[in-house]
């Protein structure tokens, strides 16, 4: 059986921390603003969390939602906890937007086309904005 790569490493750029979780930028070159909340305990299914920890875990993702779209201004979010190539706890929360590389497909899809050099820099620009909106809005919950 292969380690959990989510136990053993990140799963990005930590922006935030705490017992429960971490919120995380995702090193993904076409898609600027990619965000994972990750439960840091190995566990498999939502269900494993007690409701506490599944309304806390809930209300970061919201969270992050709204500082992403705040700094971003996208067409549409997504929020998907998958977890059949890890099977860890955890939420992609991605800006989408008519101009990225898949969409309208699931960015696990087939590329549609490649996005703009200069919009993609502008988009990374915005990433410590939004480090500082997850930071804002997750530390009020």
Known sequence: MQPC?????????????????????????GLPGFVRVIVN???????DLDAAARSR???????AEEALREVFAPVKMNLASLGNA??????????????????PQPIWGTRQRD??????????ALLPTL????????GRL
């Open 5 to 29: 790569s989510l136990c053993a490493q990140d799963g990005g750029t930590v922006v935030l921390q705490d017992d429960l979780l971490r919120v995380v930028l995702v090193d993904e070159a």
């Open 41 to 47: 305990a190995h566990l498999k299914e939502m269900s």
């Open 57 to 63: 875990l809930m209300q970061v993702v919201l969270a």
């Open 86 to 103: 890890v099977p860890h706890v955890h939420w992609h929360v991605i800006p989408r937007f008519a101009d990225d590389a898949f969409y």
């Open 115 to 124: 996005t703009p050099p200069n919009v993609l820099a502008g988009r990374r």
């Open 131 to 138: 480090q500082q909106r997850l930071k804002e809005r997750i």
